[in-house]
């Protein structure tokens, strides 16, 4: 067995990086729904939908990783969701949208190489081209 990559890759990291990334995903989510109901661009309602769409899907991904490893999901919604809210535009909303997807890259970015467990690798794999292709669309 190798050693770990990084911090996230200790059963503690672990755990709390699916914890925090399931809470960023269900604010996510919940961002993407209310700022779909203010769009009236029809790109932006594509991409709003895209990315709400990819929110839930990588929710579902998480809590499929907690229940592999035993663990209860929280039930919280991250603090993304106030600060994204706050901002009354949607077109200055959008980039701070994207700011979230590109935190969850990063966060999936360093935690994969030092993954072992071959269910996390594949559902977190995928959550993190979800986010790729979400990113990509934004810009």
């Known amino acids: 067995m190798s050693a770990p990559q990084s911090p996230l890759n200790t059963p503690e990291g672990q755990a709390q990086l699916l914890q925090d990334l399931l809470s ?3 604010a996510g989510a919940k961002v993407a729904g209310e700022s779909l109901q203010q769009a009236t661009d ?3 309602r594509e991409l ?4 709400r769409q990819g929110e ?6 998480l809590l499929n990783c907690l229940k592999h ?5 929280n039930k919280d919604t991250g603090a ?20 979230g997807q590109q935190w969850v890259i990063r966060k999936l970015r360093e935690y ?5 467990d071959p269910l996390l690798r594949s559902e977190l794999e995928h959550m993190l081209r979800i ?4 990113s990509a669309a934004s810009h």
């Open 24 to 26: 960023a995903e269900r």
């Open 42 to 44: 029809p790109q932006q």
């Open 48 to 51: 709003l939908e895209q990315i």
């Open 56 to 61: 839930i899907d990588s929710c579902k991904l």
């Open 69 to 73: 490893l035993g663990l209860e999901p």
């Open 80 to 99: 993304f969701y106030g600060k994204a809210m706050a901002i009354e535009s949607l077109d200055e909303r959008l980039p701070f949208v994207d700011k």
């Open 112 to 116: 994969l190489p030092g993954c072992e």
């Open 131 to 134: 986010h790729e292709e979400n």
